[in-house]
């Protein structure tokens, strides 16, 4: 007869065998591939690749979309995998970069020079390549663009836009995925007086801005937001660098387009 301690001893070294054997431990969803590590998410949006056929301005594109694991074939288009949802996209699209406005190239004066300018920096650096686009929330503005930030090898184009003073920060909740960068971005070509801050006078004045929209008006102007809405800065600077931009009633000379 076999004594008792014997069939323990056998049981414990089973399970010991079945713990160690090859695919008994639990590992969490792709693991494996990785050294034992969790895999990292891998946004939707990654490979949403286009070829930049058209410069229109410093802020806005033509772009040709081009076929790849997000960017799927729908009819005579495309059905892009955007990080809220499919995104329903022509073949060629015009595409507003979000979080940046440029002056125009038909404003008179020092404001159209810069447009030109602007248009020239974005046409050398976008024109003929292949860029790489992100959607946030919002992905089409009242006109029908696309809103995209957009990327040259692996750079992101509104913020380089920012930093060398070609634009200006156009805030537009909900769209605030990269406001953060955006900002500092703006914040050091204006401390710098590159591009477009090289030429500008900021009123001195007290400023009031509208926390929802992100304009801000001279105390006296007529679209003055509600008292509930209001956020004062101590001079139009100040409201520059936090994300604000002017109203177009009181501040004639600012670019005269936006739209994201």
């Not at 946030?136 to 957009?150: E, H, K, N, P, Q």
């Not at 937001?225 to 139009?236: D, I, T, W, Y």
Request: charged share 20%; hydrophobic share 35%; with cysteine.
């Amino acid at each position: 007869m076999v004594s008792r301690g014997y069939f323990s001893l056998f049981w414990l070294f089973a399970c010991l065998v079945l713990i160690s054997a090859p695919g008994c431990k639990h590992e969490p969803e792709g693991a494996r591939a990785f050294g034992g590590r969790e895999a990292a998410p891998i946004p939707s949006d990654v490979g949403i690749s286009a070829l930049v056929v058209e410069v229109i301005d410093g802020d806005t594109v033509k772009v040709e979309f081009l076929a790849g694991p997000a960017v799927r074939r729908k009819g005579n288009g495309y059905n892009i995998s955007g990080p809220h949802g499919p995104v329903q996209v022509s073949p060629t699209e015009k595409v507003r970069l979000i979080g940046v406005n440029a002056p125009e190239t038909g404003n008179k004066g020092k404001s159209g020079l810069l447009g030109i300018r602007a248009k020239n920096y974005a046409k050398e650096r976008l024109l003929g390549r292949v860029v790489t686009l992100e959607f946030d929330v919002v992905s089409r503005d009242r006109y029908g663009r696309l809103l995209a930030y957009l990327y040259v090898k692996g750079s992101l184009f509104n913020s380089r836009l920012l930093r060398d003073g070609y634009a200006q920060v156009y805030t537009s909740p909900p769209n605030l995925l990269h406001l953060k960068e955006l900002l500092a971005a703006q914040r050091e070509a204006i401390e710098s007086g590159r591009g477009l801050w090289g030429v500008q006078d900021f009123y001195a004045g007290r400023v009031i801005g509208n926390r929802r929209s992100f304009v801000y008006h001279r105390p006296g102007c007529s679209r003055l937001p509600s008292l509930a809405n209001r956020v004062g800065f101590k001079n139009e600077k100040d409201a520059i660098l936090a994300g604000y931009h002017a109203c177009q009633s009181c501040y004639p000379r600012s670019p005269q387009k936006a739209g994201n």
